[in-house]
């Protein structure tokens, strides 16, 4: 028994950690919030391409300065860039405001570090007026319901296959 409990207690560990990780770049809001689309590479001072499913363009940075001059209009004045960020790699922007048409994937690209990154983003509705404030909790509420989920099975095909 105490071996069962072991394994269930590392299985649901690692169900955890592993949907945790696997979770990162997906990110849900509700509509009208702010929503922050990450992304890492290496290497500074490098031109980096954001851009939605469509292909259009949301920002384009050179020479560590955001350029919004080609910037789609559905992006205008919803997009925000940390300059500050850009020497640690971190090419992360914040998309404002975000409307259910927001749904779907962004892609960084990093052409010189062969590097591309995809956001999944999710706008789940309207927040109940009762719900906490914090942005991230949806994301939370994800992981921990997926986890919970894998958690369930585990559990079921354990018990399964141990009888
Ligand atoms: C990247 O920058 C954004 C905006 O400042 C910040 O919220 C985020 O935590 C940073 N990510 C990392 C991994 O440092």
């Known amino acids: 028994m105490s071996d069962l409990m072991r394994f269930s207690v590392i299985y649901v560990f690692v169900s955890f950690s592993l949907t945790a990780v696997s979770c990162q770049d997906q990110v849900t ?67 404002k405001k975000v409307q259910q048409s927001d749904s779907g994937s962004y892609y960084c690209r990093v052409p010189k570090m062969k590097f591309e990154q995809r956001v999944q983003v999710t706008v789940t509705g309207e927040r109940a007026a009762t719900s906490p404030a914090p942005g991230s909790s949806a994301h939370i509420t994800g992981v921990t319901l997926n986890s919970l989920h894998l958690t369930l099975i585990s559990v079921i095909l354990f018990n399964c296959c141990s009888t």
């Open 29 to 95: 809001c509700y509509i009208r919030e702010d929503v922050l689309l990450p992304c890492m590479s290496t290497g500074a001072d490098l031109a980096v391409f954001w851009r939605d499913k469509n292909d259009d363009n949301i920002l384009t940075i050179k020479q560590s300065k955001p350029d919004y001059s080609s910037q789609h209009e559905k992006f205008k004045g919803r997009v925000e860039s940390f300059p500050d960020q850009y020497k640690k790699g971190n090419f992360s922007i914040l998309l």
